[in-house]
Every structure is written in structure tokens, then in C-alpha cells.
């Protein structure tokens, strides 16, 4: 037919065959062909039953989102299904590796569905601020009922082939062989006698819904959306489903999946899809990997045991060096108690659990860190102790060994610095805790060797982790920003602001949390710690601490916290002491309202951020964006920081800039001439955001 489908005949079964490399995605170049292959099929009295399988790794992996958003070429998607739905002769998908999105709705088109052992099927439009376009709203619900069809739409979370066969949205799961099994479930419903039910007829499982459990299964769901519009389009979806002829819901769908695609929030995550595959890569053609065998870990602290934990959850074996057997006996128990809380909640298998730390050897000797092709340094954040680590690193390190620091802000070229293979050294920056977060900054220092940058990018991408690649300066990306965007907190607090009217402009901006909140959550005595290392100073901060509030831990902070609750509460003396610091500076108290706080919290931050594109810290405006959605808690909905700035409008940004640069002559408010060139522009010249 053409080089992306292709038909074959294996005794009066056609077998379909997409071939679209890497992921058999639905693009124009498949539509065509395939729409074309199944109506001569059809109407061929030799076929009595076709099957659609695909080649390579996988099934059909989605649409073609570089599509979305400009003028559709026939046929779509709806009509290949549509289709489908015609033919009067068993139609069957033979799905392997993953059906997602376009791919699991084209399978819905089918009579049936046959799977192999390893296959993950899901609609993960969701994560895009969409919702399934092609009629998955409407057909899921008939296999699998209303509230399994609801929990998968709004998740976006693919199932398991045997999960899915449980739930009815699978025929027969195989081990083995699948297209030949495929091929021979084909031909046995050819032969059987009875009608062919297209699933949009199926309605017996929309009948057991009941309609009070699905309204307060949707009402938890829409709690959880933070203001993203896509989860409760995908609920109304489903009730459509439920509560309209077919027809009917499948139109409704369609305008839903228009509304959404052509909305902020959907571009915002569609740019972050592609942003997220960009930042990790590193520039120059066939850079030869290094091979990572065993890892390294110095400390087996919080953060060193959370990223020994990372890296044996992605199947490497790790050696953990403490200083003292008192200390690695410590560390290795806090990572069973860690697993065995993922044991107690059901993700994780009490021989999964087995697996993993088995991968953990445990040491005290800076020997046995001798056969290690990868050693990250997660020790307390001093140059002086970083310095002496790595200069005994030096010494038991193999040659090509990785070298590499977790520090949050130090200078990572001075670190180099103290080997004699500076080529080998840079930053690996988990956040914590480090086996659940999801960013890594990859800190290029002066003199890394790129394959030892693509070594450690690919090695995040197999642990699970979404890797940028950063320069080196004081706080790397996120933490720079983040100073940025703090440095009119307590400001705000002065001049008539609380807590938590500065925590809740951040949360109604779509913020899991404001910043005093998450202090209280980190623990205000490392934000302490760094200022008195830094030689600042903060004055209602700092005397929270001297007063042994350091936030959640000890039950007091910015809030006070009833004994086992993070829930925070207005505590009355930090707002008399806030009051007592502005009184002391002679600075009465005003309204403050959401619009000046957000102005004088995220426009700096957007500022930084257009100096360290103009540094060269960053590669791309949408890097920046990358670090902060998964580091940092921006709104996924909003894109990251310099992707809202044109959503917000550069030109107002630079003007309240310029407005509070006047009135306080605080460097933090002067516009970085990029941002002022994006103002003009609305393209990031470094790098677009857009």
C-alpha cells in the first residue's frame, strides 16, 4: 500500500501493518493508507477478517501532536474509526508494546482486542490539557464501565495488558507469538455464527453506573485539578458518555477536545512535552556513552539515600559510603524503612522490595568506591568538606569514572578543580527527596567532557528522571530563581501582608503551595544555615529560627501545627512579631493585595531568568520552564515561568519592572535587557519559550 502500511494475507485474514517509526504514531502519512487499505478490505469478498498490528517496538503510541492545532487533513482519526464500524467481518488489534491515545481509540474501533503479556493501554490526553479526541470517552465506558473509564481519561495513567483484560477493555492477553495468535483468534471468529457488536453498541456496562458514586468519584477528581481545565473536561466527557445517546456524547466530545486544544493551558503542556525531550541534550553528533556498570554514592544522608534509592530503582547496583559504620547502619535502615512504606501501600512487592536492596553494598572504605563507573558526592553543603571528598575520589577513582557533586549552589568548577581530571567532574543536582522528584540539573562545569554530559543525561533518562542541562553559577537554574522570587517576601510581610495572604496568591495562582508554607515543609533552618554562610541576613526569618522555629519539625515556623498535622495554622505571635519589625523600621501597615504579590514575586523570577539565558546557564527559555514545573511546583497549566511571561504579556512585565525599580531602587526589579528585547520581539532570542 505504502511505506507506512502494509497488507498481508494469511488465509483469508489481512494483517494491516502500521510502520511509522519511532512510536507508529497516527500521522497523515498513516491515516491515508490505512484509510484506504480497510475499505478495499471491506468490500473484499477473499478477507473474512483483518487484523491491525504495527511494527517495530510498539503499537500506535498516539496522534501526531506536531499536528494539533493546524488545519486537519483527511481522513482523521474519527473517520478511520468510523470506518471500522462498518465492516461486517471481525476486526481485531494485536497490540504490543503501548496503545495510547489515538492508538488505544483505534483499537476501540475494533471488534476486539488481543494483547501481548507486556502491553500498556491508557489515554493520557490529559497530561497534554486535552482529552481523548477520537470517541475514547465515549467507547472506553462501554468496556471497562463509567468510574474505570473516568479513573484512566483523567489519570492518564496506561494500564497493564492483564489489568486491562480484567476490566474488559482486552479479548486475551499472550505470552508469546502475538500476531500468530492474533492471526488464529481472527480466523476462529471469522468461522463463528452470530452478529458482530461494535463497541459504540455495547451498552450493558454504561447500565451499572451508579450515578452517585460516579458524581462524588468526579467531585474528588475535580479537587485535585488545581485549576487545570482538563480533568473536568474529561469528566463531563464520561457523564456525556453515560447520559447521552452515542452520537450525541461523540459530538460533545468533539467540542470539548476543540475548546481545550486551542486554549492556553494546552499549548502551555504541549510546549512542555516538547521542551522536556529538548533539555536533556547534549550538543555534538554520536558522543560515545560511557558504560555504567555500578554506582558510588558518598553519604547516606537524606538526600545520598534518597538518590541510592533512585538509582537501584532503575536497576543499578550501588555502593554506599558513609564515615562511620554507626552512620552507613543508619542510612541503610531509613532505605528499608523507605521501601518497606512502598510495600505497606501496595506500589511496591515485598520481592520487588528484596531486588532493590540486594543492589546495596554498604561501606565505609574509600576503596570500594574503586569499581565504580559513575560516584556522586551527597555530602554537606561546604566547600572546604566537597573539596576534601573529591580530592580523595581522585585518588581510588578508576580512570573514565564519572565524578560527580550534588551541591544545590557551590561552584562546580572549583570542585573540578580539586582532581587532576577536571574532564570527568560536574553536578548532578537531585532534588529531594531524590527517589521521588522527578527533575535532575545537570551542572556543566568549565571543563566536563561532553560523553561524560551524555553518560549522565542518558543514566537520568533510565532512572526516570527528566534531565536538564545547566552552567555553573550560584544556585544553577532553580535555586538562582528561586532567590529571585524570594527577595520580596519578608518585604511583603513588612510593609502589611501575612503568610498566608502571600500563600494563597501563590495557590490561587495554581501553586501547590505559597513559599512560607513550603519553608515551614523544607525546614527554615537550611534556608538559615545558607544565609549565615552567605554573610545576609533576614530579620523576621532569622529570629523565627533563633527561637528554635524552624517549621514543620517543630511544630512552629511561619505557622504554628497541631501535633501529627501539616495542616499549617495562623499563628497570632508571628504576625505580632512581623508587626514589631515594621514598627522597629518605621513602616505602617497597608492592603496588599494578589495582583502586587504575584507582581512582585514571579516578574523577578521571569527577570533572573532572562539573565541566565543571557549568561548562557541555560540553553533555552523552555529549559528554564522544564526545571521549574517539576522542581519547583509552577503550574503545569501555565508552561513554566518563561512561557507564562508571553502569556502574561512581556511589556507589562517590564513596565511593573521598571514601576518598582523606580520606587525602590532594588536591583531585583531592573529588567534584564532580554526580557526587554522579548517585550519587543515576543520571542526569547536565546532560546523560544513560544
Given at each position: 500500500m505504502s511505506n507506512f502500511v502494509s497488507v498481508?494475507?494469511?488465509?483469508?485474514?489481512?494483517?494491516?501493518?502500521?510502520?511509522?517509526?519511532?512510536?507508529?504514531?497516527?500521522?497523515?502519512?498513516?491515516?491515508?493508507?490505512?484509510h484506504e487499505a480497510l475499505m478495499a478490505l471491506r468490500d473484499d469478498p477473499a478477507t473474512k477478517a483483518i487484523v491491525i498490528a504495527c511494527a517495530g517496538r510498539t503499537f500506535v503510541a498516539g496522534a501526531d501532536i506536531t499536528e494539533f492545532g493546524k488545519p486537519v487533513e483527511q481522513p482523521e482519526l474519527r473517520a478511520i474509526i468510523a470506518l471500522l464500524e462498518t465492516i461486517a467481518k471481525p476486526t481485531i488489534a494485536a497490540i504490543h508494546g503501548t496503545a495510547l491515545g489515538g492508538g488505544l481509540e483505534l483499537a476501540l474501533g475494533c471488534h476486539f482486542r488481543i494483547a501481548d503479556r507486556g502491553a500498556r493501554l491508557g489515554l493520557p490526553e490529559v497530561k497534554l490539557g486535552l482529552l481523548p479526541g477520537g470517541g475514547g470517552t465515549v467507547r472506553l465506558p462501554r468496556l471497562v464501565g463509567a468510574a474505570k473509564a473516568l479513573d484512566m481519561i483523567v489519570s492518564g495513567t496506561p494500564i497493564p495488558a492483564g489489568e486491562a483484560e480484567a476490566a474488559g477493555l482486552v479479548d486475551a492477553v499472550f505470552d508469546d507469538d502475538l500476531l500468530a495468535r492474533t492471526v488464529r483468534f481472527a480466523g476462529e471468529m471469522a468461522d463463528r455464527s452470530g452478529p458482530l457488536v461494535p463497541v459504540r453498541d455495547r451498552n450493558g456496562r454504561l447500565a451499572e453506573t451508579d450515578p452517585a458514586f460516579f458524581d462524588a468519584q468526579a467531585a474528588g477528581l475535580a479537587k485535585k485539578a488545581r485549576g487545570l481545565d482538563a480533568p473536568l473536561a474529561c469528566a463531563e466527557a464520561v457523564r456525556n458518555a453515560i447520559t447521552l445517546p452515542f452520537d450525541e456524547a461523540l459530538a460533545a466530545e468533539r467540542q470539548l477536545f476543540a475548546k481545550l486544544v486551542s486554549g492556553d493551558q494546552s499549548r502551555a503542556q504541549r510546549h512542555l512535552f516538547f521542551a522536556e525531550r529538548e533539555a536533556a541534550k547534549v550538543p555534538g553528533k554520536d558522543l560515545q556513552k560511557r558504560g555504567i556498570a555500578r554506582v558510588g554514592i558518598v553519604g547516606a544522608g537524606t538526600m545520598g539515600g534518597g538518590i541510592a534509592m533512585a538509582l537501584a530503582n532503575g536497576g543499578f547496583p550501588v555502593t554506599l559510603l558513609e564515615t562511620s559504620a554507626e552512620a552507613l547502619r543508619r542510612g541503610l535502615a531509613t532505605i528499608e524503612k523507605n521501601y518497606a512504606v512502598s510495600v505497606g501501600r501496595g506500589s511496591l512487592s515485598e520481592e520487588a522490595k528484596q531486588q532493590r536492596l540486594d543492589l546495596f553494598r554498604g561501606s565505609t572504605d574509600y576503596a570500594d568506591l574503586g569499581d565504580c563507573d559513575l560516584i556522586i558526592e551527597a555530602v554537606f553543603e561546604d566547600m572546604a568538606v566537597k573539596k576534601e571528598v573529591f580530592g580523595r575520589l581522585d585518588t581510588v577513582a578508576k580512570p573514565g569514572a564519572i565524578l560527580a557533586t550534588n551541591t544545590s549552589y557551590l561552584d562546580v568548577n572549583a570542585i573540578a578543580a580539586s582532581t587532576s581530571r577536571p574532564q570527568d567532574v560536574l553536578g548532578m543536582h537531585f532534588f529531594s527527596p531524590a527517589n521521588v522528584m522527578k527533575l535532575l540539573e545537570i551542572v556543566r562545569a568549565e571543563k566536563t567532557a561532553p560523553d561524560a554530559l551524555a553518560t549522565v543525561a542518558d543514566l537520568a533518562r533510565r532512572i526516570g528522571k527528566v534531565?536538564?542541562?545547566?552552567?555553573?553559577?550560584?544556585g544553577f537554574v532553580g535555586n538562582r530563581m528561586l532567590a529571585a522570587r524570594g527577595a520580596e517576601n519578608e518585604f511583603l510581610l513588612l510593609e502589611g501582608a501575612t503568610p498566608g495572604q502571600v500563600d494563597k496568591a501563590f495557590t490561587d495562582f495554581g501553586w501547590p503551595m505559597g513559599p512560607f508554607q513550603m519553608g515551614d515543609l523544607a525546614g527554615l533552618d537550611i534556608g538559615w544555615r545558607n544565609r549565615k554562610a552567605r554573610g545576609q541576613t533576614a530579620a523576621i526569618a532569622d529570629t523565627l529560627c533563633e527561637q528554635g522555629r524552624f517549621g514543620q519539625k517543630t511544630g512552629r515556623g511561619w505557622?504554628?501545627?497541631?501535633?501529627?498535622?501539616?495542616?499549617?495554622?495562623?499563628?497570632?505571635?508571628?504576625?505580632?512579631?512581623?508587626?514589631?519589625?515594621?514598627?522597629?523600621?518605621?513602616?505602617?501597615?497597608r492592603a496588599i493585595g494578589a495582583e502586587e504579590i504575584i507582581e512582585r514575586t514571579l516578574y523577578p523570577l521571569v527577570n533572573e531568568g532572562a539573565k541566565i539565558l543571557e549568561e548562557g546557564i541555560a540553553a533555552r527559555a523552555s529549559d528554564i520552564d522544564v526545571v521549574w514545573v517539576n522542581g519547583y511546583g509552577f503550574p503545569v497549566g501555565k508552561g513554566g515561568p518563561m512561557f507564562w511571561a508571553g502569556l502574561e504579556g512581556a511589556a507589562k512585565i517590564v513596565e511593573r519592572l521598571e514601576h518598582r525599580h523606580a520606587k525602590t531602587g532594588r536591583a531585583i526589579?531592573?529588567?534584564?535587557?532580554l526580557l526587554r528585547r522579548f517585550a519587543e520581539t515576543g520571542r526569547w532570542e536565546v532560546g523560544d519559550a513560544r
Open positions: 498481508a494475507n494469511e488465509n483469508g485474514v489481512a494483517v494491516v501493518t502500521i510502520d511509522n517509526p519511532p512510536v507508529n504514531a497516527l500521522s497523515f502519512n498513516v491515516r491515508k493508507p490505512l534531565a536538564v542541562v545547566v552552567g555553573v553559577c550560584h505557622y504554628r501545627y497541631e501535633s501529627g498535622s501539616r495542616e499549617p495554622i495562623a499563628d497570632p505571635d508571628v504576625e505580632a512579631l512581623i508587626r514589631a519589625k515594621a514598627a522597629d523600621r518605621g513602616i505602617a501597615p526589579f531592573e529588567p534584564a535587557p
